[in-house]
């Protein structure tokens, strides 16, 4: 387990498209407890594979009952629209109101390979959609409706 360094907003890694996980190893188990550690570290509601420099699609998110690890992860469901504000670990200093769906279903694998799938609406829905966008390298400030000053 270790802290890894995150990529911020100007490094081309981060626009990106990662690649499908094929290989349920020992590897992919490191990275993704090392991500829950970094993202931990920084208070982050959420981290993909691509913010600590791996082309992996998968990312982790901080839920009730602990970090869940969601690995080639695709929306398959979204119903209705909310306006919220959002950051990103990789994009220090910017805020933003956002329109995202209000209830989303993401189908994901768990480290072994399994298949699960995910309702999730409010903060989490954001989340899983700002999450799977780094995978195909957007970074939530192309999603801005309106900015945030950061003193507010
Ligand atoms: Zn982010």
């Known amino acids: 387990m270790a802290i890894r360094n995150i990529l911020k907003k100007g490094d ?20 993704l407890d090392d991500m829950a550690d970094t993202m931990r570290a920084e208070n982050g509601a959420g981290l993909a594979a691509v913010q600590v420099g791996v082309l992996k699609r998968a990312f982790v998110a901080e839920t009730e009952n602990g970090v869940i690890d969601m690995v080639n992860p695709l929306l398959i469901y979204r119903e209705g629209v909310q306006e919220e504000g959002e950051g990103c670990l990789s994009v220090p200093g910017e805020y933003g109101i956002t329109s995202r769906p209000a209830v989303v279903k993401v189908k994901a694998q768990d480290r072994k390979g399994k298949w699960h799938i995910y309702k999730a609406e409010g903060l989490r829905a954001r989340c899983f959609c700002h999450e799977i966008d780094h995978l195909d390298g957007i970074l939530f400030t192309e999603r801005i409706i309106r900015r945030i000053p950061e003193e507010e």
């Open 12 to 31: 081309d890694l981060l626009l990106k498209k990662s690649r499908e996980v094929d290989r349920f190893d020992a590897r992919l188990a490191m990275l």
